[in-house]
């Protein structure tokens, strides 16, 4: 974790994140302490250089994406890429938060000449590195970013992604909103609120509620509608449609740590060390993405939309532990049905792959 400790990453990002509550008057909104607790230069999260991606706590790594559980992830999704490609006349694909980089070698090595130039959108210096290590075989054909061109034309690919974005939380409290933020009390951040305006776009009748807009993520794929000129978009994680979303049983919301390989719900304590995340209101994205002028080509369970781009021929013929390793890819208890795939288009639409049984949008 850079040439720092732990202790020290956390003790100067803390002292950062304490001067930003102080010069906002001492109470901080959640989403701008979640931006600097996973995106500050060189001391958040994602921004320093601890393991973050691998398969077991051995390695240093604090959670697994699908990428690292199996190669057939991305071989399978190479299948629908390849589809959005051939529809939409473009020979370039665009991904934002590459992680390790191994989505990324997945898809180069199974679509080979078919992608010209594959550009990686990627804010983390450390990560960048990895990911030129991981992809020096594909040198000539990969290209880094920090922000989305004006214009663009090509298929857009996000695994994990919008889960990661920073997100507003309201807590329904003796029948009246507020929203959640930040304070520095006694030695230590706490949870303060203050009365909002803000509403969930769904308010669940009963007691006390606390629950998350998601923002950030619904301006991201506006910005993404108004720049792609020409192609396609796939959005994998985890997450809901919004009835699902703002069930009256999912009271507590869905704000979720990541550390070792552990989850807790503790997100002031232990800055940098550990990931931030909050599950998807996929309705809400595809409203913003249409009202924006992308509309929704698919949405499916990520089991459906694997197994319609082949991941079952890839499974009769792989090795046991590759079967194994991918079952958890598409089993309903693992990964198969809380993550969700979601794609726009921008063109013409098509009957694509990877939604041609199962689509769920109608459900959005």
Known sequence: MTSENPASVTSALQALVRASIERAGGWLPFDRFMALALYAPGLGYYANASRKFGRLP????????????????GQSLAAAVADALDATGCDEVWEFGAGSGALAEQLLGALGSRVRRYTIVELSASLRARQQQTLAPFADRVQWAVELPERMAGVVVGNEVLDAMPVKLLARLDGQWHERGVCWQQDHFTWAEHPTALRPPVESAGGDYLTELHLQAEAFVRTLADRLERGAAFFIDYGF??????????HMGTLMCHRAHRADTD?????????????????????????????????????????????????????????TDAQRLIAEHEMGELFKVIAFHRGPFWDALGFRAGDRTPTL
Not at 241 to 250: F, L, S
């Open 267 to 323: 997100p002031l304590s232990e800055l940098g060390q550990k990931d931030i995340t909050a599950h998807v209101n996929f309705t809400g994205v595809a409203l913003a993405a249409q009202e924006a002028g992308l509309p929704t080509l698919g949405y499916t369970s990520q089991a459906r939309f694997l197994l319609n781009c082949g991941l079952a021929e890839h499974l009769a013929a792989a090795p046991l532990r590759e079967r």
């Open 58 to 73: 051995a390695s240093g790594s604090d959670f697994v994406t699908a990428p690292e559980m199996s190669p057939l992830f």
């Open 241 to 250: 449609p919004e009835a699902e979303y703002y069930h009256p049983q999912r």
